[in-house]
């Protein structure tokens, strides 16, 4: 299982962005970020099939969107409101072929890519 992460970059409050991440194949994917200091946070995160049903943290509810294509092999993270706070590594994740439940655990995805920094000047 292979990750890659693109499309951070610097914005101002109230920017959007959108982060892709390219898989080697469908399997349950999240979203993380690491901020300066701070521990790593689940962002969201998105079962296998097109239409699964996301999952998001508290913190970013309403302003970021998760979705997948899997004819390209991508998961997306639509950034949008984006706040100072929102400054961090993001990291996107997988679970293992087969495995088809969500978890907010990052300790239940043994797979990962390298992260890409947003940063959020106010």
């Known amino acids: 299982v292979q990750l890659q992460a693109s499309g951070g970059g610097l914005v101002q409050a109230g920017d959007s962005l959108r982060l892709s991440c390219a898989t080697s194949g469908s399997y349950v994917t999240a979203w993380f970020r690491r901020a300066p200091g701070k521990e790593r946070e689940f962002v969201a995160a998105?079962?296998?099939?097109?239409?699964?049903?996301?999952s998001y943290g508290d913190p970013v509810k309403g302003r970021f969107t998760i979705s997948r294509d899997n004819t390209k092999n991508t998961v997306y993270l639509q950034m949008g409101d984006l706040k100072p706070e929102d400054t961090a590594v993001y990291y996107c994740a997988a679970r293992g072929p087969r495995i088809t439940v969500i978890s907010y655990s990052s300790r239940q995805y043994p797979f990962w890519g390298q992260g890409t920094q947003v940063t959020v000047s106010s």
């Open positions: 998105i079962p296998q099939m097109n239409n699964g049903r996301p």
